[in-house]
């Protein structure tokens, strides 16, 4: 059995010593592609043996097995021209992959050109690339321990994303997934999509949950695999979701690297709709210039989240249940923030908001609200659970994340529900401008978690009042 956490070390410090990489977000881009071909292959050696006349859909010449697996094999210049070369005589990989087309398996090249039409060789040294080759090698994504092993070695190369200058862009914290999917409950059969998908987080908890608790035979696992849809617009978490879903086992995984908010809102139908919606989409993003046209005038507005929250209440069916995460800006505010609360307080039953600590989503510093609804009856009570930090923590951190085992009193309080000093109900009608941003009312005295950067800039402005009123006074007595 190798060893996954050194090798996957050693091909990070190989990367840095290539002068075609810079930064963090460069090398996982570079890792992502690298990684999907050797595990595509490792996948397809496995299904050639258990299926009859099975083919792979990657061209020959460029299976991993053929170019990669020898450690002698090419490198230096002839290996960088085998990836990059654009002449119409001798395409490389990249030009090859980019235009892949077998009309046989169209989902399963569609996969692999969506794949390579997002992604870049940033490598410029062909024998750093067979060093880093060589160590992929070493793990075998066929061996069921090695495969578990690279499962929890691949979270952390996703959490890697959080401080690769993407403030949490791409990554949920595995705790809050896991809660959001539980208790959420899809069942076997039930369509579940996330429309912004990232790493596939909230789908591979999925796919584990109802493995877990409903898949029994061949056909059900069968049932599963088409029951699993994801859509996501960047291209390194895209390659890096789609790896994701393929170490659990989807074969030909639904996942797309498209613009959710480009859907056209109107041609959404009935065929459309899912049953479960799990996402964490993004807020704060620029969106594409026009996007905002897309959807009814009335909800028209730049910010991506409150977009998302309109696409979502379209795309579930009638009793759909849907959990995502918003920012406490999402939630509040006026204009045509307060149009799009009421659409979904009259649309659907938004029974539950869990208040989450600032840090969950360290290292970015943002107040996030988990919101429970159910498509099909107007809100009319709404139940609110602050969760707090563990004893003795001031906040979440890359060291100290938040973890699930913390959400146990939620998961116990979920079907038995009482007021307590954490946890409050609110009536719809006692809402002013359908505001979802109630504070604890069990509480007199709250502590308000800040930042290092929020408490300078909190002093600096009680400063400036304080000097503002002293030279107002001085003027007085002058």
């Not at 460069?26 to 050696?45: A, H, N, T, V």
């Not at 949950?209 to 696992?221: C, Q, Y």
């Not at 905002?292 to 507005?301: D, L």
């Not at 941003?437 to 009680?462: C, G, H, R, W, Y």
């Amino acid at each position: 059995m190798a060893n996954v956490g050194a090798i996957v070390s050693s091909i990070r410090n190989i990367m840095r010593q290539d002068r075609g990489i810079s930064g963090d977000a460069q090398r996982l881009e570079q890792l992502g592609w690298m990684l999907f071909l050797k595990i595509i292959d490792d996948k397809d050696q496995e299904l050639e043996i258990i299926k009859d006349n099975y083919i792979s859909v990657i061209p020959e010449r460029f299976q991993w097995r053929n170019w990669a697996s020898d450690p002698e094999g090419m490198t230096g210049d002839e290996l960088l021209e085998f990836i990059d070369s654009n002449a119409q005589s001798n395409k490389g990989l990249f030009a090859s992959l980019r235009e892949l087309n077998i009309p046989n398996h169209p989902k399963r090249a569609a996969i692999v050109r969506e794949v390579f039409e997002g992604s870049n060789n940033y490598m410029k040294s062909g024998y750093e690339m067979r060093k880093v080759i060589n160590k992929l090698n070493e793990i075998d994504f066929n061996n069921s321990e090695d495969k578990h092993i690279f499962g929890n070695i691949y979270e952390s190369i996703l959490q890697e994303l959080r401080d690769a200058g993407n403030k949490g862009e791409y990554y949920t914290p595995r705790a809050v997934t896991q809660l959001m999917t539980q208790m959420t409950n899809p069942k076997l059969g039930e369509k579940v999509l996330d429309p912004a998908a990232g790493t596939g987080g909230f789908l591979t908890a999925a796919i584990d949950h109802v493995r877990e608790n409903f898949v029994k035979t061949v056909d059900d696992e069968h049932i599963l695999q088409n029951s699993i849809t994801g859509w996501e617009l960047k291209p390194v978490a895209y390659v890096l979701g789609l790896t994701n879903l393929i170490l659990h086992e989807m074969d030909v995984p639904d996942y797309h690297y498209i613009d959710s908010l480009k859907k056209e809102y109107n041609s959404i139908g009935k065929k459309d709709q899912v049953d479960v919606i799990l996402a964490n989409p993004p807020f704060g993003a620029s969106i594409a210039d026009g996007v905002e046209t897309n959807f009814p005038a009335t909800y028209r507005c730049k910010e991506s989240a409150d977009l998302f929250v309109i696409l979502m209440l379209q795309l579930l069916k009638p009793n759909g249940r849907c959990a995502i995460v918003l920012p406490d800006g999402s939630i509040t505010g006026d204009g045509v923030k307060a149009r799009i609360r009421e659409k979904l307080l009259t649309d659907t039953n938004l029974h539950t908001i869990i208040r989450l600590p600032q840090s969950t989503f360290h290292p970015a510093t943002v107040s996030t609200n988990l919101l429970f609804f159910e498509k099909g009856s107007p809100t009319k009570e709404i139940w609110f659970y602050e969760h707090r930090l563990p004893e003795g923590q001031k906040s979440y951190s890359k060291t100290k994340p938040i973890q699930f085992e913390e959400f146990q009193p939620i998961i116990e309080w979920w079907n038995n529900r009482k007021e307590n000093d954490q946890v409050w109900k609110v009536k719809v009608e006692d809402l002013k401008d359908w505001d979802l941003d109630i504070k604890n009312p069990n509480q007199s005295s709250v502590e308000i978690e800040f930042s290092t950067a929020e408490t300078i800039e909190s002093l600096k402005a009680s400063f400036a009042r304080s000097s503002k009123i002293i030279s107002e006074l001085e003027n007085l007595l002058n």
